[in-house]
């Protein structure tokens, strides 16, 4: 398969080499495009780490740029809002959005394809060729878990850990979650990270713990927080971890970084 590559300037201009810097990088397939918003620091141009986010639901940024400014939805998601926090001079971020034919729907079962796991190993090695990474931590959040979990397991030699967050379990209404997952297909490290409250019917903490036992992998337990705004599943709930962001996220990179089971964030 042919793959064409379009880079988009970003859409921040750095006033020191430590600035935050997004811009887009986006491989072109058969007869689709997938995306990523990619964040680095300054004028950094080779990166130890690589962290490929998986936002939740419904997960589709429709990232672009227009009138020379970068755009995209699901600017409030966990993963989104707080990509900042992982950036250090060897850590770069990338925002991985749903494949150009699935910005209607973008559903579970497809992400647990074949031809999903082909779409992120191309943007992601598309994000290494332009910005060398040396190894790729997949993370993802809520129904983003599973695009993390299955596009890990179809891309054994990029993933080198996983990261899931406030987990999707099912099966629900929208699909089987990590219900059918299984975990003794992937090789790569696990680390499970769930709020102790929280209140999303689909992602309960007690799953968490069940999950941890299951699959023989750490579970780093966030407590404390807020003030929650919005619904049980929505982003600024306790299910996004609101209030305790940058702790989470720092926990999470610390693991990334040392391998050593971070403590838990919170009271």
Partial sequence: MRIAILVLAGSLVAPHARAQVDGIVTAKLERHTIAALVTRQGKAKAFKHGIAIFPGHPGILKLREENGRLEYEQRGNFLIRSRRHWLDDETLLAVLDAPSDEWATFTQDFRTTARYGTDVGAVLNEVSKRYPVGEWTFVGTSEGSMSAFYAARMNAQLAKRVILTSSVWGPTNSG?????????????????????????????????RRYAER?????LT?????????GACQAHSFHGFVGTERAVVLAMRSWVKTGAVPADVGR
């Avoid at 219900?179 to 790569?188: D, L, R």
């Avoid at 699959?215 to 579970?219: A, R």
Wanted: glycine residues 14%; negative net charge; contains cysteine.
């Fill in 215 to 219: 699959t023989m992998s750490p579970l």
């Fill in 176 to 208: 089987p979650g990590l219900s059918g997952a299984k975990f003794g297909e992937i090789s790569a490290p696990l680390l499970w990270v769930h709020h102790e409250n929280d209140p999303c019917p689909y992602t309960q903490y007690r799953d968490a």
């Fill in 222 to 230: 966030v407590r404390g927080g807020g003030p929650e705004k919005g």
